[in-house]
């Protein structure tokens, strides 16, 4: 199965790295949200034809004409790929920019992202700069706040500060995003492996950042709900 599934990763990203270099001309938020809608058929595809079931719940919690700091778990590289292409609206994920080396990935890779190497710290203070912008020009941004993949038996890792100060510093709502069984489908350190999988997204209400006093009392709540979440939900 895993052999199959990179087949059809493969052909379809061809796909959509010549579509994405077609579109280089588009002005932002247009030239993400075009990725993004395009994103959507995509992983649909790649899911059915994977033998994968995905749904997508709690949508209508994004309200309409507003932007949000959407936070979610990390628990596999599947991860990026379900959940950006299905935030409402055009959005942008701060991501690591060694992804964006590898060849006709990186291409699509760098139209959804905002870049970071978390090894140098210009590139984490022009990076949080960026995420500003982000949402000045219309658009959600996306954060793991576990920083890399959850490869332990809990529900979360310790989070970073970075999403929870960007919230309070623009005054952002939070929406946590909750992803369900990735890492059951394609588990970190496994190797070569995929099994196909029922697999859930579902955003939570947000969270009001104007009752908090500071980012870490933020912090502390988006972490403590989406901990909840996740021991109620995972199977």
């Given at each position: 199965?895993?052999?199959?599934a990179?087949?059809i990763?493969?052909?379809?990203i061809?796909?959509?790295?010549?579509?994405?270099?077609?579109?280089?001309?588009?002005?932002e938020?247009?030239k993400?949200?075009?990725?993004?809608?395009?994103?959507?058929?995509?992983?649909?595809?790649?899911?059915?034809?994977?033998?994968?079931?995905?749904?997508?719940?709690?949508?209508?919690?994004?309200?309409?004409?507003?932007?949000?700091?959407?936070?979610?778990?990390?628990?596999?590289?599947?991860?990026?790929?379900?959940?950006?292409?299905?935030?409402?609206?055009?959005?942008?994920?701060?991501?690591?920019?060694?992804?964006?080396?590898?060849?006709?990935?990186?291409?699509?890779?760098?139209?959804?992202?905002?870049?970071?190497?978390?090894?140098?710290?210009?590139?984490?203070?022009?990076?949080?700069?960026?995420?500003?912008?982000?949402?000045?020009?219309?658009?959600?941004?996306?954060?793991y706040?576990?920083?890399?993949?959850?490869?332990?038996?809990?529900?979360?890792?310790?989070?970073?500060?970075?999403?929870?100060?960007?919230?309070?510093?623009?005054?952002?709502?939070?929406?946590?995003?909750?992803?369900?069984?990735?890492?059951?489908?394609?588990?970190?350190?496994?190797?070569?492996?995929f099994?196909?999988?029922?697999?859930?997204?579902?955003?939570?209400?947000?969270?009001?950042?104007?009752?908090?006093?500071?980012?870490e009392?933020?912090?502390?709540?988006?972490?403590?709900?989406?901990?909840?979440?996740?021991?109620?939900?995972?199977?």
């Open positions: 199965m895993a052999l199959w990179v087949i990763f493969t052909s379809t061809l796909l959509v790295a010549l579509f994405v270099f077609l579109t280089g001309w588009m002005k938020p247009r993400t949200e075009s990725f993004r809608r395009l994103s959507v058929i995509w992983i649909r595809t790649f899911y059915f034809l994977t033998g994968c079931r995905f749904r997508v719940k709690g949508t209508s919690n994004f309200e309409k004409g507003k932007v949000y700091v959407v936070t979610a778990n990390h628990n596999s590289f599947l991860d990026v790929t379900s959940l950006t292409p299905f935030i409402p609206g055009p959005n942008k994920t701060i991501a690591k920019i060694e992804m964006s080396r590898i060849p006709i990935f990186g291409l699509v890779y760098k139209r959804g992202s905002i870049l970071v190497d978390r090894k140098d710290k210009d590139s984490r203070k022009q990076s949080f700069i960026k995420m500003i912008q982000v949402l000045q020009s219309g658009m959600h941004v996306c954060i706040p576990e920083g890399t993949r959850n490869k332990t038996n809990l529900p979360l890792k310790e989070f970073h500060d970075g999403a929870f100060r960007l919230a309070m510093d623009t005054g952002k709502d939070v929406i946590p995003a909750i992803l369900l069984n990735t890492k059951k489908a394609l588990p970190p350190g496994k190797g070569f492996y099994r196909p999988m029922k697999m859930e997204l579902h955003f939570l209400p947000p969270i009001r950042v104007q009752q908090f006093e500071n980012f009392s933020l912090k502390v709540e988006v972490k403590k709900q989406m901990w909840d979440y996740i021991s109620q939900n995972q199977k």
